[in-house]
């Protein structure tokens, strides 16, 4: 038996356990979402090291990265850091 039918039997037998199941799923794939964004536009990540090996150099001042703000204007940010 594979784990689907399983699952599926246990569905069928316990409808109780459906929103369960949507609401595991529905978690586990929000955090799978999460981890590739964090992997892929985080600027502490450096996948390709020859041609970028310090991607958190070339981050604009006004850029935002970071997945949420709160009262925080990124357009109305100066350069307050020097050039590498």
Known sequence: MS???????????????IPLFIFIGGGTTMSMLY??????KNPDVSWDRTNN????????????????KVNMDYS???KDRPDF
């Open 3 to 17: 784990m689907f039918s399983v699952v599926r039997k246990q569905m069928k037998s316990h409808p109780s356990l």
């Open 35 to 40: 981890l590739a964004r964090l992997a892929l």
């Open 53 to 68: 090996p310090e991607p958190w150099n070339k981050l604009e001042p006004n850029q935002q990265y970071k997945f949420f």
């Open 76 to 78: 109305k940010l100066k």
